[in-house]
């Protein structure tokens, strides 16, 4: 079972920049697909990025050009690099984990909406 634990978030103004981090630990990382999950008040939570085994990553429109999800090498840390924020950015944030030997970054990315590891979130609060 691995263990997630985020830390990173806070407030920021529109078009500042946070950068997230997710320690994880646990059983070994190898074959794992990671990702960085949000959700809104009262909302769906929804998917950010993902990354692969082989550093693939994926992202959804609305964030493609201002994260970047990335690990290291140890793959003992995933971060999340958020540039110009937007109040609509504002969510909690929750890292994901799951062992799929093969899978893309997007094939990863469907598949932890579902069955991922979770850690416990972390807010972020862009304000306007």
């Known amino acids: 079972q691995v263990k997630l634990v985020e830390s990173g978030g806070g407030s920021v103004e529109s078009g500042g920049s946070l950068r997230l981090s997710c320690g994880v630990s646990?059983?070994?990382?190898?074959?794992?697909?990671m990702g960085w999950f949000r959700q809104a008040p009262e909302k769906e939570r929804e998917a950010v990025a993902a990354i692969d085994s082989d550093g693939g990553t994926t992202y959804v429109d609305s964030v493609k050009g201002r994260f970047t999800i990335s690990q290291d090498d140890a793959k003992t840390t995933l971060y999340l690099q958020m540039n110009s924020l937007k109040p609509e950015d504002t969510a909690m944030y929750y890292c994901?984990?799951?062992?799929?030997?093969?899978?893309?970054?997007?094939?990863?990315?469907?598949?932890?909406?579902?069955?991922?590891?979770w850690g416990q979130g972390i807010q972020v609060i862009v304000t306007s």
């Open positions: 994901a984990a799951l062992r799929v030997k093969g899978y893309t970054s997007v094939q990863g990315l469907a598949a932890m909406a579902q069955y991922a590891s």
């Open positions: 646990g059983e070994t990382k190898k074959d794992y697909c």
